[in-house]
């Protein structure tokens, strides 16, 4: 069975640090990874989607890496900014195309 | 872009009523899932359909029922709601569900149970 843990569950930086949020999945037989962005009580938005062939991609300040034979994903936020606070999820898509999500990584970015 | 769409976006029902939602996905999009989740929770996939078809089954509970229509949208049908379904709702699609293609998900239908 697939299981999607987040670390750490809640995290507060000062505006302008980098930081690194981690994803570990215990089956490497994965389609696919996507990191997910949601602010309280709202909908999930796409931020990036590493397919299980590739090591990394890069949307604007945001990196997520992919290394699937360790079952880890790291995504990387640089010069982190108040409206970057949320929670972040990453989820793992499997054979039946179906997503299994982390619980989350709750971070606030302090002005 | 169209984006995916979900009706209604907040719901109020009483226990042991029936609730339906909506989920319209993107234009040429013919998978669709549903996940529940919960306050504080992470999102938990009940199911999903595939051209029409139950494709996958999670943890949905004997009372709710989905299906996909000959348009692509899907209902989730809720009953005899308990308190504890309480949650918010999303809907996803994607291209073919063999496909390594991104999921896109709707803003979601808040559903409170009193």
């Known amino acids: 069975k697939q299981e999607v843990t987040q670390i750490p569950a809640a995290l507060s930086v000062p505006e302008g640090e980098n930081l690194v949020l981690n994803c570990s999945f215990t089956d490497s037989a994965i389609y696919n990874l996507q990191w997910f962005r949601q602010d309280p009580g709202k909908g999930l938005t796409s931020l990036l989607l590493i397919q299980s062939s590739q090591r990394e991609q890069t949307s604007g300040r945001l990196n997520a890496s992919l290394d699937k034979s360790s079952g880890r994903s790291t995504l990387y936020i640089a010069a982190s900014q108040p409206g970057d606070s949320a929670t972040y999820l990453c989820a793992v898509r499997r054979r039946a195309g179906k997503l299994i999500f982390g619980q989350g990584t709750t971070l606030q970015v302090k002005p | 872009a169209a984006g995916v769409i979900q009706s209604p976006r907040h719901l109020i029902k009483e226990k042991r009523e029936t609730a339906t939602l909506k989920c319209y996905p993107i234009?040429?999009?013919?998978?669709v899932y549903w996940y529940q989740q919960g306050p504080g929770q992470d999102p938990q996939f009940l199911i999903s359909?595939?051209?029409?078809?139950?494709?996958d089954k999670g943890s949905i509970p004997d009372r709710f029922s989905a299906q996909q229509f000959s348009d692509y949208h899907s209902e989730l049908n809720m009953s005899s709601l308990e308190l504890g379904d309480s949650a918010l709702y999303f809907c996803?699609?994607?291209?073919?569900?063999?496909?390594?293609?991104?999921?896109?998900f709707g803003q979601g239908t808040r559903l409170t149970v009193v």
């Open positions: 996803a699609s994607s291209l073919p569900r063999q496909g390594a293609t991104e999921a896109f």
């Open positions: 359909f595939y051209e029409k078809m139950q494709s």
């Open positions: 234009p040429r999009h013919d998978t």
